[in-house]
């Protein structure tokens, strides 16, 4: 049974999940929200196996990211129209033109899943992460 849970800034400034802690090389991950960031959290039977969000960079400018488990991507669709609708919801209530999304550009499942969620390619950001890896930058424009 997959659920979500809504942080905002208006909820709360910070959560942590304890022992459900999800974790990034070895690092418990925290959903924070605060001025223009919003996230939602994939709940499963165990605890917290996702964290989607949109960042406001400025007025009418957001980024969509995602941070997921193993199990999160066991319900691939409970997780896309979930994706959508926070997409929709917030492109309307932050009066956004545009929304951007980065991904590893070798990393073919989430290039695809940008694509079906509508946003298209715009650029190749070669050295672009920490570890000179390229990144893709898509982008929806409304």
Not at 8 to 31: S, V, W
Not at 42 to 48: A, I, Q, R, S
Not at 55 to 61: A, R, S
Not at 107 to 116: F, T
């Amino acid at each position: 049974m997959i659920s979500w849970k809504v942080y905002d800034k208006r909820d709360i400034g910070c959560i942590r999940f304890d022992e459900y802690a999800l974790a990034y090389n070895g690092n418990p991950i925290y959903t924070c929200s605060g001025p223009g960031i919003y996230s939602y959290t994939m709940v499963g039977d165990n605890g917290p196996i996702g964290i989607i969000g949109i960042t406001l960079m400025w007025k009418g400018v957001a980024e969509v990211w995602s941070l997921l488990s193993a199990e999160a991507k066991m319900h691939p669709f409970a997780l896309h129209r979930q994706v959508k609708k926070c997409i929709k919801i917030y492109q309307k209530e932050l009066e956004l033109h545009r929304i951007q999304a980065m991904s590893l550009a070798n990393h073919k499942e989430g290039c695809r899943w940008l694509e079906s969620l509508g946003f298209s390619l715009e650029a190749t950001l070669m050295n672009y992460g920490h570890d000179k890896r390229p990144h893709c930058l898509y982008s929806r424009l409304y």
